[in-house]
T-cell receptor, first 114, second 114 residues
Framework: DGGITQSPKYLFRKEGQNVTLSCEQN?????MYWYRQDPGQGLRLIYY???????QKGDIAEGYSVSREKKESFPLTVTSAQKNPTAFYLC?????????????FGPGTRLTVL | AQKVTQAQTEISVVEKEDVTLDCVYE???????LFWYKQPPSGELVFLIR??????QNEISGRYSWNFQKSTSSFNFTITASQVVDSAVYFC???????????FGKGTMLLVSP
């Protein structure tokens, strides 16, 4: 089955620690995205990548970092510089860059900072 | 600048009622794309529809229908004979040619009671 997987589903972190969220897709999509969702809020774009080894900042990139070493993978690191990291994180992918093509989403990771 | 407004934060209906979710968009582009996504309690966003600005025909898919009106910059979504399984947050999104990113509204939470 083709799709997007995110792991873990729930993640707990102590303040001051970095944590990496995984996102893998086997849809052969070129573009991948990370969004943050807070209660009652829409989706806010953190980072996106249209091709391997390249990525761009979204609206709220501060305190986050990403890498795109493989087409299938786009991990997101939430650093200790992110002031309020508790949120629901969604990864998405779309067929090609320069769309807008339909974005398909993973199941999400809920991060809680203790 | 692109903007999507979903003025209805939350809607509650009783099963079998019809319900319309509003979406108003702002763009300076003559060509653009509109999307609707459903986010059930599990968290994953599910793609429902993608329309381009040149296709103003209304769309019907089972109990779902979409009304695209360029004159009022609206792309409203109607669920006929709602069911409990329709309970979710629904997002409207706007995209522009040449850009892979989408602008999302804040979403409308629909609660369908038995």
């Amino acid at each position: 089955d083709g799709g997007i997987t995110q792991s873990p589903k729930y993640l707990f972190r102590k303040e001051g620690q970095n944590v990496t969220l995984s996102c893998e897709q086997n849809l052969n999509h070129d573009a991948m995205y990370w969004y943050r969702q807070d209660p009652g809020q829409g989706l806010r774009l953190i980072y996106y990548s249209q091709i391997v080894n390249d990525f761009q900042k979204g609206d709220i990139a501060e305190g986050y970092s990403v890498s795109r070493e493989k087409k299938e993978s786009f991990p997101l690191t939430v650093t200790s510089a992110q002031k309020n990291p508790t949120a629901f994180y969604l990864c998405a992918s779309s067929i090609a860059a320069g769309g807008p093509d339909t974005q398909y989403f993973g199941p999400g990771t809920r991060l809680t900072v203790l | 600048a692109q903007k999507v407004t979903q003025a209805q934060t939350e809607i509650s209906v009783v099963e079998k009622e019809d319900v319309t979710l509003d979406c108003v968009y702002e763009t300076r582009d003559t060509t653009y794309y509109l999307f609707w996504y459903k986010q059930p309690p599990s968290g994953e966003l599910v793609f429902l529809i993608r329309r381009n600005s040149f296709d103003e025909q209304n769309e019907i898919s089972g109990r779902y229908s979409w009304n695209f009106q360029k004159s009022t910059s609206s792309f409203n979504f109607t669920i006929t004979a709602s069911q409990v399984v329709d309970s979710a947050v629904y997002f409207c999104a706007l995209g522009r040619p040449g850009y892979s990113t989408l602008t999302f509204g804040k979403g409308t939470m629909l609660l369908v009671s038995p």
